[in-house]
């Protein structure tokens, strides 16, 4: 089946940084969308992005579709204690309605 | 309600055992999702309803796994005769029927089931 793969699994920096984090895939996605989970909770939608080459904002989080429509890349600037979580890449898997999603970024932001 | 409700929020269960996991969707939400994380891991998909459609199975693990959707609301996951490596949390999401709305899911804060 289809995999995304995130990288780097873990990042630590210091509050006031910019981060920024990516997912790619073997096959072509035509939807990508970016989760974030804090503990003990589900994720939470952050950004959907629906176009090759589109680039989304929200807020202090920016991401863009990949041209190749086989990546993605998060960005968050001016990081904040409240950003730590794990950030999950997603997107359709093929014909199917269910969404595949990456191992994750797990964020630490130091104060 | 107001977001997808799951209960319980945590179960301790002996190996071998059966569970019921449940999960209450948004209202109006047609669609439904469960997927497993275990520890460190990504979401791993396991079944999806969509209306009165025939569920879509293929992400079960085994024929131990099994889930209902009554009414076209509340959801039941069941495990059966539950295993050490069943120990994950169990996370329920719903969405809105179309396209594009679908992918926005709403997940609930899951069930952490610890098979001991």
């Known amino acids: 089946g289809q995999q995304l793969n995130q990288s780097p699994q873990s990042m630590f920096i210091q509050e006031g940084e910019d981060v920024s984090m990516n997912c790619t895939s073997s096959s072509i996605f035509n939807t990508w969308l970016w989760y974030k989970q804090e503990p003990g909770e589900g994720p939470v939608l952050l950004i959907a992005l629906y176009k090759a080459g589109e680039l989304t904002s929200n807020g202090r989080l920016t991401a863009q579709f990949g041209i190749t429509r ?7 600037s001016a990081s904040i204690p409240s950003d730590v979580g794990i950030y999950f890449c997603a997107g359709p898997s093929g014909s199917a309605r ?4 990456g191992s994750g970024t797990q964020l630490t932001v130091l104060p | 309600g107001a977001g997808v409700s799951q209960s319980p929020s945590n179960k301790v269960t002996e190996k071998g055992k059966d ?3 449940r999960c209450d969707p948004i209202s109006g939400h047609t669609a439904l999702y469960w997927y497993r994380q275990s520890l460190g891991q990504g979401l791993e998909f396991l079944i999806y309803f969509q ?3 025939a569920p879509d199975k293929s992400g079960l693990p085994s024929d131990r796994f099994s889930a209902e959707r009554t009414g076209g609301s509340v959801s039941t996951l069941t495990i059966q005769r539950t295993q050490q490596e069943d120990s994950a949390v169990y996370l329920c999401a719903s ?3 179309n396209r594009r709305a ?3 899911y709403t997940f609930g804060s899951g069930t952490r089931l610890t098979v001991v």
């Open chain 1, 70 to 76: 086989k990546d993605s890349f998060l960005n968050i």
């Open chain 1, 98 to 101: 269910q969404l595949t999603f």
């Open chain 2, 19 to 21: 569970v019921e996991l």
């Open chain 2, 51 to 53: 209306g009165n459609s």
């Open chain 2, 95 to 97: 969405s809105l029927g």
């Open chain 2, 102 to 104: 679908n992918y926005g």
